[in-house]
């Protein structure tokens, strides 16, 4: 044959047929194991770039792999549609979402279909379709229904340059910018929507039934920021407070060590700090609150910061020894975090101490390190933390102190154990993890199925209602304020309780309330009698192998889990968790080792690359250039290489012509390599090591070209090794395999329908190993030995082979080490 390779022609060709013939379909088929692969979905930016495919074509790979192990696999794709992006791009061009939405999908999907990737496009989904955000209104209602969402006034972050609230995960940085467009956050007061997602902070934390990666894990888990400790209560001395409110909840990781509060923190924003200040000090306090105000939270808890607050000229009584300490607010002490007031115990706190020290405010210690000098408050240069007995503590003297926390500190549980008794405290646990702030005062977004009534409050929009659509008569104002504010008409509707008159909501979801569930809809996007077909969910759930980038760890990944778990207990869908196995790909850079960004020039095209070499040759580098899990610079010359093995591929396995007969020796060493590879091969695939698949096949290849050289073409070892060759390579070149295939060797179409071969263990083995010897830790030689060589015979051949080096003296040990290496010991 030995046609000249033509990916231009080929690619394409092979897309069209498999399209035509459905290859790629995934239907319920019980006669086979399932496999739901998915990758994360794009955002329709109107390009598909290198980090796209980087992504993608890997995950492509490792589900047709699967498939030739015998699963039937879903893999399925769609677009993650609203957000921010397109309606800033309106407000600049005038050009609605929907239609720069819409035209950048077809270019993307097209772009998408040149990947060859096994792709079922029948269930392709688009988040800002009415059609799809109907559900996501619906599972809205649901957690409404079931006092998971509600609406409170709060602070909240907000970005004035998009206009918009964000969620704490999309504030990012040491300056606190908008993760959108770079502009610094600012706190604002507003009504909002909420998700009670503390509500499973705990079960957040456990990751028993899922592979995950640890890094995944620990930022989870320090998001989620568990405390253990105690809430004990404080009595506020004010006239101005009613009973109940003269009871300040405190929470501490360290109830050990109460009996050493001298003073009491309020956050400035804390709501009794009005009405407990004293009328002399109510200008101070006044003006610390609005200079507090314009802090951002990292600035007012970094550790450096110099320390100030004002006194408020209130008391508190510490309730374990009867104590009146000062109540004085400052900075660093939050609203989000705890109930807003802390028990300043300066003796074992850095921030106390500090604090103290610069107000002139008493320091006891109540923990004494063993053997060290007794502690003096008045002359302690730093707070003591660490291990010791308690002292001033009453009761308590003399319990021992460690560095555990919660109950594993002994002191810590002697102490919970008796606030209970004396009914002060109880044990707790808080957490650092906040619930998830929805509401979006955008227009591009799902719309808040929520009615407004004076008489009536809040209620849902009736289910026969849904979808509430957008409106698509709205005007852009360079403000960034919502359209739907500005709407006259769309905000009008009818109470559903009484009939009357009522407002909608008009802000809109986060747009990972869309992408919290979307790979239920891909089960049956064609559904119209709920989210998704409860059959299609009970065979394809839940999502075997998640892809994608681990700086989703805290937003998308932490949210879906999130939702996962309440569908769960409203009875909507079934399991822990939505997704079983999860692997992060890098991130590609460009070749300055920068991030690829337009404003740099380093961005790479990958539609001009597959233009040039084809896109199987795009597919093999992007596996081939860097660890899947770590990314590098794009290296425009390293392509080439790729470029180069695939050409060999298709030279070598359409040359027809044989080149006299190999030796039996040659024959049996091609059948070795061939099967050693397909084995490492095999296991690369199952761990996502994507490079060495690709170096194996490269190296075979080398092996195949010498053993064609020495007469094994046209053995029957040679047509297996090209049989097991091509099978091997049309996971990760589907066009040219899928060519190679039926064209060249005239297999039954297609080779994606084809088994993965089967390992043969015998022909595997090497007939000999070569090993290292090694006298008092330096290599001196090595050795070759049959492979099934004993202990014993591969010692006696160490030992004749560094006689030189012994110099006639007799070894005290000689270890044969797991048959790598030979030790021997002088």
């Not at 196995?581 to 001009?608: C, F, H, T, W, Y």
Request: some cysteine; charged content about 25%; hydrophobic content about 35%.
């Amino acid at each position: 044959m030995n046609k000249a390779y033509n990916p231009k022609e080929l690619e394409p060709r092979w897309q069209a047929k498999w399209e035509a013939d459905g290859l790629y379909h995934a239907d319920i088929d019980e006669s086979k194991p399932k496999h739901y692969a998915l990758t994360m979905l794009p955002y329709p930016s109107g390009d598909l770039h290198i980090g796209h495919w980087y992504a993608m074509t890997p995950s492509d790979a490792r589900a047709r792999y699967m498939r030739m192990k015998g699963y039937n696999v879903l893999f399925p794709m769609g677009f993650d549609a609203f957000g921010l992006p397109a309606e800033n791009a309106a407000i600049k061009s005038g050009i609605h979402p929907m239609v720069r939405t819409r035209d950048n999908i077809k270019r993307m999907r097209t772009q998408l279909k040149s990947m060859g990737a096994m792709f079922d496009w029948r269930r392709e989904i688009v988040s800002c379709e009415p059609d799809y955000y109907k559900w996501t209104e619906w599972f809205f209602i649901q957690l409404y229904r079931h006092g998971l969402a509600y609406r409170k006034n709060a602070p909240v972050d907000f970005c004035p340059n998009c206009n918009t609230t964000l969620a704490r995960e999309q504030v990012w940085g040491d300056d606190r910018h908008c993760e959108r467009c770079g502009t610094p956050v600012i706190k604002k007061d507003l009504d909002q929507w909420f998700f009670r997602a503390t509500q499973y902070a705990n079960e957040l934390l456990n990751y028993v039934d899922i592979d995950w990666p640890d890094r995944v894990k620990t930022l989870q888990t320090n998001w989620i920021g568990k405390s253990e400790g105690a809430e004990v209560q404080f009595s506020v001395v004010s006239d101005q407070l009613s009973a109940n409110e003269s009871k300040v909840t405190i929470f501490t990781t360290r109830p050990d060590t109460l009996w050493g509060a001298t003073f009491m923190v309020f956050s400035p924003e804390h709501p009794l700090v009005d009405k407990i200040t004293a009328p002399e000090h109510k200008a101070e306090v006044a003006a610390y609150q609005a200079q507090a105000a314009r802090q951002t939270d990292i600035e007012r808890e970094a550790t450096d910061k110099e320390k100030t607050g004002v006194f408020t000229g209130a008391y508190a009584i510490n309730p374990v020894n009867g104590e009146r300490i000062p109540i004085w607010i400052a900075d660093y002490v939050l609203m989000s975090y705890g109930t807003g007031a802390i028990m300043a115990v300066p003796a074992h706190d850095e921030r106390d101490f500090a604090f103290a020290r610069k107000f002139g405010l008493p320091i006891v210690p109540v923990i004494q390190p063993v053997g060290e000098p007794a502690l003096a408050g008045s002359s302690m240069e730093t707070s003591y933390i660490g291990e010791g007995e308690m002292i001033n503590s009453g009761p308590f003297n003399g319990t021992k102190v460690n560095t555990e926390k919660g109950r594993k500190n002994p002191a810590i549980a002697a102490v919970i154990d008796w606030l209970e008794k004396q009914d002060i405290g109880k044990e707790a646990v808080n957490f650092r993890y906040r619930d998830w702030l929805i509401s979006r005062q955008r227009y591009w977004g799902s719309p808040i199925p929520m009615i407004y009534c004076e008489k009536d409050g809040w209620n849902p929009v009736p289910e026969d209602q849904l979808p509430v659509t957008l409106p698509e008569d709205v005007e852009w104002k360079p403000t960034g304020e919502s359209p739907l504010k500005l709407h006259p008409t769309w905000k009008n509707t009818t109470c559903p309780v009484c009939g009357g008159p009522a407002t909608r909501e008009t802000d809109t979801m986060d747009t990972f309330m869309c992408s919290s569930w979307y790979h239920l809809r891909y089960l049956s996007p064609w559904y119209d009698k709920g989210p998704f077909d409860e059959r299609e969910y009970n065979y394809w759930m839940p999502v075997d192998t998640y892809t994608g980038g681990i700086e989703h760890a805290t937003m998308h990944l932490l949210y879906t889990r999130f939702f996962h778990k309440a569908l769960r207990d409203m009875g909507i869908a079934e399991g822990h968790e939505p997704m079983t196995q999860l692997r992060n790909q890098g991130m590609v850079l460009g070749e300055d080792n920068e991030k690829m960004s337009k404003s740099r020039g380093n961005v790479i095209a990958p539609d001009v690359l597959v233009d040039y070499y084809g896109a199987d040759t795009v597919r093999a580098y992007l596996m081939f250039f860097a660890r899947w899990e770590m990314g590098a610079p794009w290296d425009s010359k390293g392509i080439e290489g790729s470029s180069r093995w695939v050409r060999r591929v298709w030279m070598m396995f359409t040359d027809e012509t044989a080149r006299g007969a190999a030796s039996p020796e040659t024959l049996r060493g091609l059948r070795r390599k061939v099967h050693q590879t397909l084995k490492k091969v095999t296991r690369d695939f199952d761990n996502f090591e994507f490079n060495t698949i690709i170096s194996g096949l490269m190296s075979l290849l080398n092996d195949m070209q010498k053993a064609r050289e020495d007469g094994a073409a046209g053995s029957k070892e040679w047509q297996e090794a090209v049989n097991i060759y091509v099978r091997m390579m049309a996971p990760v070149t589907p066009h040219i395999a899928e060519e190679l295939w039926t064209q060249v060797l005239g297999q039954p179409y297609s080779v994606h329908q084809q088994p993965w071969p089967k390992v043969d263990e015998q022909a595997a083995k090497d007939d000999e190993i070569n090993i290292p010897v090694q006298i008092n830790g330096k290599v001196r030689e090595r050795i070759t030995v049959p492979a099934d060589a004993s202990d014993e015979e591969i010692e006696a051949a160490a030992l004749a082979a560094v006689q030189k080096h012994l110099d006639g003296k007799t070894p005290k040990k000689v270890i044969v080490a797991k048959r790598s290496i030979v030790s021997i010991v002088m």
